[in-house]
């Protein structure tokens, strides 16, 4: 298995219109990035992740960041929203980056945001282009987790910050329970523990400055309204959910959240 099993499992018609219709039909006006979160941001804790990473790795106004895996590029417009930064996000998906820049261009942020599609163990920038590399719920689709962590840390500026927030295998040994939001088989889930995800950073060159292992949020994501992840991701998310929570609630999984420092 490899990224076109990765790609077809986040496939996908016109993300952006269905979304901004769902917007629509549920009265959000104006779109604006905290707006548009329920549908975009495809991560445990939603929003309120997104602000508390960037808090954590202190992204400010003139910060350079790269969103490692910007999906449907929600977490990427409220970084340059509300923390004034510039943003380049990158995704394997070439319907995600063009829902990304449809959904920036709708939000006003177009000037601020930019969407590539790249493979994100071989990226195509120059080395030191960045001042922060921002990713959220993205590794457990790589199985090359060095190369990841590895271009992470090539494309940061020396003193630059590589901030996470990740699912990880937890105490309990036993295997999670498939369909889960990325992936409906272990084909394409690569899980590491917080002991091994630490080693790895750490072989790759990185300091760790923040190291944090959160309970999950409380309840669970809104996955029946058609404004909410069920636009992207279609009717089966309410079992892909539910399997997740279960395998929280046991510790079969578990979440990781960090910030890095690639030395000065």
């Known amino acids: 298995m490899g990224t076109s099993d990765v790609l077809a499992h986040y496939t996908g018609e ?46 400010g106004p003139g910060d350079r960041v790269l969103d490692l895996g910007c999906g449907l590029g929600g977490p990427a417009r409220v970084l340059a929203a509300e923390f004034g930064c510039e943003v380049t996000g990158v995704d394997l998906s070439p319907e995600f980056v063009r829902s990304a820049a449809v959904l920036t261009e709708a939000c006003g942020l177009g000037e601020r945001v930019a969407f590539r599609v790249a493979d ?6 120059a080395d ?14 790589i199985a090359d987790r060095r190369a990841f962590w590895s271009e992470a840390y090539r494309v940061l500026r020396p003193g630059g910050r590589f901030a996470f927030f990740d699912v990880i295998r937890g105490p309990n040994p036993a295997e999670p329970a498939y369909p889960l939001p990325w992936a409906r088989d272990p084909s394409i889930s690569f899980l590491l523990d917080a002991a091994a995800t630490r080693a790895l950073l750490e072989e790759v060159g990185f300091d760790i400055e923040a190291w ?14 058609p404004f909410s992840l069920r636009a992207v991701m279609g009717a089966g998310m309410e079992q892909r959910v539910a399997n997740l929570a279960a395998c929280m609630a046991d510790g079969r999984l578990g979440l990781l959240q960090g910030v890095c420092r690639r030395p000065a």
């Open 128 to 141: 030191a282009s960045f001042d922060v590399v921002f990713s959220q719920h993205v590794v457990m689709n």
């Open 14 to 59: 016109a993300l952006a219109e269905r979304i901004l219709e769902a917007a629509r039909a549920a009265g959000v006006h104006p779109l604006t990035p905290a707006a548009l979160a329920p549908a975009d941001q495809f991560h445990m804790g939603g929003l309120r992740a997104t602000r508390e990473l960037a808090r954590l790795a202190g992204i």
């Open 120 to 125: 994100a163990t071989a990226l195509p920038f």
């Open 212 to 225: 944090n292992q959160p309970a999950p949020p409380a309840g669970r994501p809104d996955t029946t309204s």
